[in-house]
Nanobody, 122 residues
Framework: QLQLVESGGGLVQAGGSLRLSCAASGRTFSSVALGWFRQAPGKEREFVACIARNGVYTFYADSVKGRFTISRDSAKNMVYLQMNSLKPEDTAVYYC???????????????WGQGTQVTVSS
């Protein structure tokens, strides 16, 4: 079992920045790939970013490429999502997730956090 707890969400003006954090516990952190997904009201959950187990490979949705950065700290069992140049369309609940494989598909991820709200005002 792996427990994931997100933090760092909040209200920010367009153009601002936020850093989301996700603390992992339970299973060996280095054995899982990690991803961030988001879900806006009335929309399906969508992929945002993911990072491989070794931390070398990262993948991003086109909508956030160049603005968001995913990283992981194996010493602290943490994964982060640095979000810059935020736009109102980034407003959503953001979820941290873990999987055995690196993937952009939510179906691969079998461990999920409870989510943290990010609201970007125009």
């Amino acid at each position: 079992q792996l427990q994931l707890v997100e933090s760092g969400g909040g209200l920010v003006q367009a153009g601002g920045s936020l850093r989301l954090s996700c603390a992992a516990s339970g299973r060996t952190f280095s054995s899982v790939a990690l991803g961030w997904f988001r879900q806006a009201p009335g929309k399906e959950r969508e992929f945002v970013a993911c990072i491989a187990r070794n931390g070398v490979y990262t993948f991003y949705a086109d909508s956030v490429k160049g603005r968001f950065t995913i990283s992981r700290d194996s010493a602290k069992n943490m994964v982060y999502l640095q979000m810059n140049s935020l736009k109102p369309e980034d407003t959503a609940v953001y979820y941290c997730a873990a999987a055995s494989l690196t993937s952009t598909s939510s179906r691969v991820y079998n461990y999920w956090g409870q989510g943290t709200q990010v609201t970007v005002s125009s």
